[in-house]
């Protein structure tokens, strides 16, 4: 009995998914617990599995496209049977996005009559959807939804025909922000065409002009979950700011060391800031607290998560126990889980459970900056650059370098007081490093 | 440069009579070919012309007049052997493939084999299953032999008389369905074609059609006057040789035109069009706007009925849809 096997909810949040690459392909034999595509979801690209088995018939979503939870992924059955119905059913509505523990459900088959032609012709490419024929090639191409293309899905594969990427190459245009059109989204020469044809044009009779069009640029996932969670985080959480300047002086004087001692690990301030942080929220039960509407919740471990700024936007993996850990492990730690956030290879359970925030500026010319809370965190601390300045100490005017930190807190939780204390003591402790180990 | 409206047979029976008249060396063997004046009646008056020792009818033993033609060959005459169709000349494939195709490398070159080896092949209208085959892809397989499967009147003249001077052996691929059909010839020794070049049949810009033999007639030229009457442009490019192969003619087209499709009555799997394609991809891939489409028999034995038959080999209808799949419409 051929059965459709549909798009499982990969994370607690999730209610679509982009098909990204099929690992299998119709005519397949499968097995119960094979993968047989990579999804991307609200959180990271993953591997989707089956509980059926059997002969892949039909692949329902090309690659490139969004499918709602619960909706066809594929038809699986045995070699020769009749899916008709089933692919006729595939094509109604997909279902709305079920609760977290929902399992595919097999969907019985109907027996039909229709007979199945024979192919006329060796394919010896994918077949394109069925789209209304153009009379006269020359003419612009008749209108199919366009599949999105490969470069909006995700930042690695991107499907187009060998020579759309020359064209492109050759006049200079990123053949990442054309649209494909082609079968599975694949950018063929004529995407190329339009987009050059689209851009910036020369003014025609008002010379003052500069024409070009206005251009609607698709949402990535990434991009609906940084707005989402952050409107959220505004509207709901009662941010205030606390700031500081820390004497960099010594922090940097403990990373120059470190580096002459271990000069194949990479640390930077930002390790030594990270671990103060987890130190001090240890110390400061106040700071590791999430709001849960009728109690407060406390943690009982410094995560510590870092503000990660890759090719799709902003995504905030976490670092864990790092008050236990020593700064050459939460070196490596952090480039290993860094390298995966930029590559989207996290997995969802990396992205939660986190205490305190770091957002760091510092490597652009930045002096202070207001972070936004990270739900359902209670606090984010903003690092701004190392600047020289003048300090003035009893009258006297000497030199040094400092850098901003800004503390947002949540009012519901953070005082005033209570977030001053503990910037006060995270100041100090930066300032004078021996102080972590009191 | 006055043409003749001929037909293959009269075109075939022409290029080799004047071969014979040419060269005394030259003699015709093979089942049927002499007092039945052929079995498909392309050597008709060869007998009366020139006797039974340039006319020379066979026992019904491939292996055995193909193999008499390849000693003859090394020893200065200019055999052309006929098979009644390439079908039967499964049973000589050891004399062609080990001697004749061989002989040249076996010894260092002091031995040449300047024999040709001609019949018909492919579909004939209802002739059963073992006697429609396509086998070209046997002969290209082998290094050592040269194949010719021409697809018009012309070609088969100007081709024939070609491979009849080379110095190698030849194959000379002729369709059944093909003796019949009618076109304009220009005869004359200036008309003789060099083996290996390919023929650009039809100028276009939007798509290259690579195919030969009688496909061309049968499938790609009506399939490219509906496709011209629906706005698309089609170039067809013959090879006429398909070993060696004129690649280069069809790199420069499909450099022009980014689309390939290629037709052959041929089975799918490991075709002589298989490998075209495989060429094509490795040494102009970046011209392609789609990947090539290839449009061959059904990959099943020939049925003997005659409506299965046109359903199995390429029509012009299946060769329109694949064109129209590389331009994405």
Same mark, same amino acid.
């Given at each position: ?130 789209? #209304?024929? @153009?009379? !006269? *090639? +020359? ?9 999105? =293309? $490969? ?10 025909? #060998?020579? @759309?990427? !020359? *064209? +492109? ?9 054309? =649209? $494909? ?16 044809? +689209? ?240 | ?329």
């Amino acid at each position: 009995m051929a059965s459709i096997v549909e798009l499982l909810q990969l994370s607690p949040t999730m209610t679509e998914g982009t098909l990204v690459k099929w690992k299998v392909k119709e005519g397949d034999t499968i097995k119960s617990g094979q993968i047989i595509a990579e999804v991307e979801t609200d959180k990271a690209v993953m591997d989707h599995e089956t509980f059926d088995a059997g002969v892949v018939r039909k692949l329902l979503v090309a690659e490139g496209s969004k499918a709602a939870v619960g909706s066809g992924l594929m038809i699986v059955g045995t070699k020769d049977e009749d899916i008709s119905s089933l692919v006729a059913s595939a094509g109604s509505a997909p279902k709305a996005a079920p609760a977290a523990d929902k399992k595919p459900v097999a969907t019985a088959a109907k027996p039909a009559s229709a007979p199945r032609s024979a192919p006329r012709s060796v394919p010896g490419a994918n077949k394109p959807a069925p789209a #209304p024929a @153009a009379t !006269k *090639v +020359a003419s612009a191409p008749p209108a199919k939804t366009p599949a999105p =293309s $490969g470069a909006n899905g995700h930042s690695e594969r991107l499907f187009a025909s #060998p020579l @759309a990427r !020359k *064209v +492109a190459a050759e006049a200079g245009l990123d053949i990442g922000s054309v =649209s $494909g059109t082609g079968p599975g989204g694949r950018i063929i020469k004529r995407d190329v065409d339009t987009a050059l044809a +689209a851009g910036p044009a020369t003014a025609g009779t008002s010379s003052f002009r500069v024409s070009g069009e206005v251009q609607e640029l698709p949402l990535s996932n990434v991009r609906r979950i940084i707005a989402s969670r952050l409107v959220e985080s505004k509207v709901t959480v009662p941010h205030y700011q606390l700031s500081v300047e820390i004497r960099a002086e010594a922090l940097l004087e403990a990373q120059a060391r470190v580096r002459k001692m271990y000069p194949d690990v990479k640390i930077t301030v930002t390790h030594f800031l990270v671990k103060a942080m987890a130190l001090l929220a240890m110390r400061h039960p106040a700071i590791r607290t999430q709001w849960a509407d009728d109690h407060v919740k406390l943690l009982p471990s410094a995560n510590i998560t870092v503000a990660v700024a890759t090719d799709d936007g902003l995504i905030t993996p976490v670092l864990r126990d790092v008050h236990a850990k020593g700064l050459l492990q939460i070196v490596a730690e952090m480039a290993e889980l860094v390298e995966r956030a930029r590559k989207r290879r996290v997995k969802p359970e990396e992205l939660t459970g986190g205490v305190q925030t770091l957002s760091n500026l510092g490597m652009f010319p930045i002096d202070f900056f207001t972070a936004i809370i990270n739900p359902p965190e209670s606090s984010i601390l903003a690092v701004g650059a190392v600047q020289e300045k003048v300090f003035v100490k009893d009258g006297q005017m000497t030199p040094g370098k400092s850098f901003s930190i800004t503390m947002s807190c949540d009012h519901r939780i953070i005082d005033g007081a209570v977030g001053a204390k503990y910037l006060a003591d995270l100041k100090a402790s930066l300032e004078e490093p021996y102080l972590l180990l009191l | 440069m006055a043409t003749e409206l001929k037909s293959m047979r009269e075109a075939l029976n022409r290029a080799i009579a004047e071969e014979m008249e040419r060269d005394e060396r030259v003699f015709l063997m093979g089942e049927e070919v002499g007092v039945y004046k052929g079995a498909y009646k392309v050597s008709e008056g060869l007998y009366e012309r020139f006797g039974d020792k340039r006319v020379i009818d066979s026992p019904i033993t491939e292996a055995g007049f193909v193999g008499l033609g390849i000693g003859a060959a090394q020893l200065d005459v200019r055999p052309v052997i006929e098979v009644m169709t390439f079908n039967f000349a499964i049973l000589a494939l050891d004399q062609i493939m080990n001697h004749a195709a061989k002989l040249r490398y076996m010894s260092a070159g002091q031995i040449r084999c300047p024999i040709v080896i001609r019949g018909p092949h492919g579909a004939g209208g209802a002739l059963g299953t073992q006697h429609s085959q396509s086998l070209e892809q046997q002969y290209v397989h082998c290094p050592g032999l040269k194949v010719v499967v021409p697809s018009t009147p012309q070609d088969a003249y100007s081709l024939f008389k070609a491979s009849v001077r080379d110095q190698d052996p030849v194959i000379f691929m002729e369709s059944e369905k093909l003796y019949n059909f009618k076109a304009e010839v220009e005869f004359g020794e200036h008309m003789v074609a060099p083996l290996g070049v390919g023929d650009v049949k039809r100028e276009g810009t939007d798509v290259t059609i690579v195919t030969y033999g009688r496909m061309l007639t049968h499938a790609v030229l009506p399939a490219v006057e509906q496709l011209e009457s629906e706005g698309i442009s089609v170039e067809v490019i013959d090879p006429r040789t398909l070993r060696p192969l004129d690649l280069d003619m069809i790199l420069n087209s499909v450099r022009k035109t980014n689309r390939m499709v290629l037709v052959e009555e041929s089975w799918p799997q490991a075709s002589v069009g298989a490998w075209i394609c495989e060429q094509v991809y490795a040494k102009a891939f970046d011209h392609l706007d789609a990947p090539i489409e290839r449009v061959s028999h059904l990959d099943v034995p020939m049925p003997y009925a005659p409506n299965l038959e046109e359903e199995i080999i390429p029509s012009p209808a299946t060769v329109v849809d694949a064109v129209k799949r590389v331009l994405y419409i």
